[in-house]
């Protein structure tokens, strides 16, 4: 695809219940980037992949929260044991390069998280 | 610490007037302030990257400027299609390759 793609959309989840949301980058691009914005908030970072490279963890909020990258492309964040403050938006961002100072960032559409 | 701070939250003006909305920074030795707009239900879009004070770019009806403190992205006869949130980020300090977001400006432009 052209872009970078999120699914689901949205999730409706019960408190307690674990959940999986999935962002597909652009093609070709060897940074990720997962970010939760919360109601009228701005973007809160959580984890950043960059190629083979450890993954830079340090905005996970605790430790419910894990993500992988297989093959250096599709990322999966889960969320386990889903608290209601989990509910925000989820946003994946990708990038081409190394330089976070000179490659835009893309961002996918988001996943709409609602624990009840 | 604030590294990012948006003024105002929110800005409703008439299509045609003119104003500018604000970015305050904290962080030492900047490597890029960037600014982009986000429409209601997507993902952010990328506007521009500003990296020296003095630095100004455009884009339609829209300029960013920079200072050693702040930036400005100034919105010259706007249109209600401008309407959106507008978010400002900086690169987080020591080189860390992630950008610290501000809360953002929610502009709403009347037709």
């Known amino acids: 695809g052209a872009g970078v793609s999120q699914s689901p959309s949205n999730k409706v989840t019960e408190k307690g219940k674990d959940v999986e949301l999935r962002c597909d980058p652009i093609?070709?691009?060897?940074?990720l980037y997962w970010y939760r914005q919360s109601l009228g908030q701005g973007l809160e970072f959580l984890i950043y992949?960059?190629?083979?490279?450890?993954?830079?963890k340090s905005g996970l909020p605790s430790d419910r929260f894990s993500a992988e990258r297989t093959g250096g492309s599709v990322s999966t964040l889960t969320i386990q044991r889903t608290q209601q403050e989990d509910s925000a938006v989820y946003l994946c961002?990708?990038?081409?390069?190394?330089?976070?100072?000179?490659?835009?960032?893309?961002f996918g559409p988001g996943t709409r998280l609602t624990v009840l | 610490e604030d590294q990012v701070t948006q003024s105002p939250e929110a800005l409703r003006l008439q299509e045609g007037e003119s104003s500018s909305l604000n970015c305050s920074y904290t962080v030492s030795g900047l490597r890029g302030l960037f600014w982009y707009r986000q429409d209601p239900g997507k993902g952010p879009e990328f506007l521009f990257t500003?990296?020296?004070a003095g630095e100004e770019k455009e884009k339609e009806r829209l300029k960013a400027t920079l200072t050693k403190k702040e930036s400005f992205l100034h919105i010259t006869a706007p249109k209600p299609e401008d309407s959106a949130t507008y978010l400002c980020a900086v690169q987080a300090p020591r080189g860390a390759q992630k950008l610290v977001f501000g809360q953002g400006t929610r502009l709403t432009i009347n037709p």
């Open positions: 961002a990708s990038r081409r390069g190394l330089a976070v100072s000179t490659d835009t960032q893309y």
């Open positions: 093609s070709g691009h060897t940074a």
């Open positions: 992949f960059q190629g083979n490279s450890a993954p830079d």
């Open positions: 500003l990296y020296s």
